[in-house]
């Protein structure tokens, strides 16, 4: 069979609507998109960012409607997998389950992180881990310049994401840029001293990870004994059985 093509999507617009029912788990092609909530007097927080070539929706495959939203940060481009093939591929191929269970740990260890951030860790630690755990995720998503990348979220996206006001988080880009540790300015991301960010950010990282040169990109357990695809290629297999995704 054919894979489906890709569904385009604009910025802001829903790709899963709370308290949809949903036969489907899905993979980022291109750009970003993000789980949100909305409280009932409009305020909203931003509990994680997808980035390409990672899943999500994949709690649909247990429970009966989707708990969040999930919007576009600008354009984006997914591919829907139905929960029939998901099945399937666990029992002919244990490295997709793998794979998928991989990744859930791996949004576990970021909740958690981000727990911290935003109940114990200062303003301006949790905004260091934030840049550069995302810097380490889109290392390890595709080609990626190191300490530069395009971030489509704005000031009152990263606000929403870490729990502060713009103005606050505005204050602390400046402070980063005035100390020569980071600039983030139109869509830009430039971390210009790495060390002494992650010394900042340092606090705010769980303890495994503070040894590391490199926070954030150590491999997941069976990444390193090998069980699960570096190429992702289990998940790959689902894609010539993508179903076409119809705008909600």
Known sequence: MAGSPPCCFKHGEEII????????????????????????????????????????????????????????????????????????????????????????????????????????ANATEHIAMTLLELDARLGRTGPHDSGTYRCPLTQQDLADFVGLTPVHVNRVLRWLHAQGLATVSRGLVQIHDLVALQKLAQPAIEITERSQTQPFVSQCPCQEAGVVPRTEAGINATLGMAVPLAKR
């Not at 029912?21 to 909530?37: K, Q």
């Open 17 to 120: 609507r709370p308290g949809q029912a949903c036969d489907t788990i899905f993979r980022l092609e291109s750009g970003w998109v993000g789980r949100t909530r909305v409280l009932e007097d409009g305020r909203r927080s931003i509990t994680g960012v997808i980035l390409p070539g990672e899943l999500f929706g994949i709690e649909s495959l247990f429970v009966t409607e989707q708990p969040d939203a999930v919007i576009s940060f600008g354009k984006a481009t997914v591919l829907a997998i139905h929960h029939d093939r998901v099945r399937e591929l666990f029992e002919s191929d244990p490295s997709v389950a793998l794979q998928i269970a991989s990744q859930l740990a791996g949004d576990e260890r970021r909740l958690r992180d981000h727990m911290v951030g935003l109940g114990r």
